[in-house]
């Protein structure tokens, strides 16, 4: 396996997204022989299970406590550190879920049956919003671009 110190932090980043399918697999076959009928023997040793189990979950946190290390000490151009860009990059999306949810709940037309129904109108100007919502998208994919970017750039410290 490649060293920690020459792995990128971007394939750190896949190698803990593996791990934790790993994870979940082994969590999976584990609860699925912990019980069998009386007489009956599992189908893989679950002390075997455990074992690796432990195993992977003992190299995952050493992976993620080095991914985090590294998003601290990695720092852009305008010196702001990874760690920072990703809770800037967290706030947007959640900033453009909020706006796209409002911008779809006030664009929608209302069904009425009758004159005699309740009107709905809108209380808010749908081009504005429509315009920051863009604004923002766009700030987002040029700022993931950066991070990712930044992940294929940087070597994981330990």
Known sequence: TKSVQRMKLAEALSLRKDMEKKISGLKERLENVVRVQEG?????????????????????????????????????EDGKSMTRLLAERDVLNKRITILRN?????????????????????KID??????????????????DNEIQMMNFKFDLVE
């Open 40 to 76: 009956d023997e599992p189908v893989e040793s679950p002390e075997e299970l455990m074992t690796e189990l432990d195993n992977c979950l003992v190299q995952l946190e050493l992976l993620i406590y080095n991914i985090n290390m590294t998003n601290m000490k990695v720092v852009d």
């Open 102 to 122: 409002t911008f779809d709940r006030a664009s929608k037309p209302v069904d009425r049956y009758s004159c005699n129904e309740i009107r709905m109108v809108t």
């Open 126 to 143: 749908v081009k504005s919003l429509r315009r920051e919502l863009d604004k923002y998208s766009q700030q987002y994919r040029q700022l």
